[in-house]
C-alpha cells in the first residue's frame, strides 16, 4: 500500500442525478462525465485525478438504478468510493462496472484533500498521519471482478483461458 490516493469529500445521500444528471443522459459517457456532481462539487470532473477517491456520507448512490452514476466515476479514473452505506443497486452497478466501494462506518472522519492509502485486503484506509479506519470485508470474487476491470471483462477474460487452443 504504497500509493495514496487524494479524497473528495461529499455528504450523505449523494443520488444518482447527482453523479449522471439527467439532462446529460441523451449523451455518451465522455459527456456525462462532465457533469458528475456538477451542482455540489462543480469542480469535480474538471480537477478530479485518475487514482483519486471519493469519501461520502451514508447512502451513497441512492435513487434510480442507472449505470452512469458508476461509469461516470469510472471514466474519471476514480480508484474508490468510501462510504458508511450504499444503495443496493448501487453497489451492484459499481462492482460490475469494476470500481472499489468500501464500507466504512467511519469515513466521515476523513477531510476534503487529504491523502490516503487503501489495503484491499484488510480491507482499511490509512491516513498519511497514520490513522487506519477498518472497513467491511469484501468477497473475493467482488475483488476480483474490481481487478479485471468489471464483470464483463472479468467475462472475456474467462472466455480467453477457457477457448480451445488451435
Same mark, same amino acid.
Given at each position: 500500500?504504497?500509493?495514496?490516493?487524494? %479524497?473528495?469529500?461529499?455528504? #450523505?445521500?449523494?443520488?444518482?442525478?447527482?453523479?449522471?444528471? *439527467? @439532462?446529460? !443522459?441523451?449523451? *455518451?459517457?465522455?459527456?456525462? #462525465?462532465?457533469?458528475?456532481?456538477?451542482?455540489?462539487?462543480?469542480?469535480?470532473?474538471?480537477?478530479?485525478?485518475? *487514482?483519486?477517491?471519493?469519501? #461520502?456520507?451514508? /447512502?451513497? &448512490?441512492?435513487?434510480?438504478?442507472?449505470?452512469?452514476?458508476?461509469?461516470?466515476?469510472? @471514466?474519471?479514473?476514480?480508484?474508490?468510493?468510501?462510504?458508511?452505506?450504499?444503495? &443496493?443497486?448501487?453497489?451492484? /452497478?459499481?462492482?460490475?462496472?469494476?470500481?472499489?466501494? $468500501?464500507?466504512?462506518?467511519? =469515513?466521515?472522519?476523513?477531510?476534503?484533500?487529504?491523502?490516503?492509502?487503501?489495503?484491499?485486503?484488510?480491507? =482499511?484506509?490509512?491516513?498519511?498521519? *497514520?490513522?487506519?479506519?477498518?472497513?467491511?470485508?469484501?468477497?473475493?470474487?467482488? $475483488?476480483? !471482478? %474490481?481487478?479485471?476491470?468489471?464483470?464483463? /471483462?472479468? $467475462?472475456?477474460?474467462?472466455? &480467453?483461458?477457457?477457448?480451445?487452443?488451435?
Amino acid at each position: 500500500m504504497s500509493t495514496f490516493h487524494k %479524497v473528495w469529500r461529499l455528504g #450523505a445521500d449523494i443520488d444518482t442525478d447527482l453523479l449522471a444528471p *439527467g @439532462h446529460a !443522459m441523451k449523451h *455518451g459517457i465522455d459527456i456525462i #462525465a462532465t457533469h458528475c456532481l456538477e451542482t455540489v462539487r462543480p469542480e469535480f470532473a474538471r480537477d478530479v485525478r485518475s *487514482g483519486d477517491v471519493v469519501v #461520502a456520507g451514508p /447512502n451513497f &448512490g441512492i435513487g434510480s438504478s442507472r449505470e452512469q452514476a458508476v461509469a461516470a466515476l469510472v @471514466h474519471l479514473g476514480v480508484a474508490a468510493v468510501i462510504a458508511p452505506s450504499y444503495s &443496493g443497486l448501487y453497489f451492484r /452497478n459499481a462492482f460490475n462496472l469494476g470500481l472499489l466501494l $468500501l464500507t466504512c462506518a467511519e =469515513a466521515e472522519l476523513l477531510q476534503d484533500g487529504e491523502r490516503i492509502g487503501i489495503d484491499r485486503a484488510a480491507p =482499511a484506509v490509512t491516513a498519511a498521519d *497514520g490513522r487506519r479506519l477498518p472497513c467491511e470485508p469484501i468477497p473475493g470474487f467482488l $475483488l476480483d !471482478m %474490481v481487478r479485471a476491470g468489471g464483470l464483463m /471483462n472479468q $467475462l472475456r477474460q474467462r472466455a &480467453g483461458k477457457d477457448a480451445p487452443h488451435a
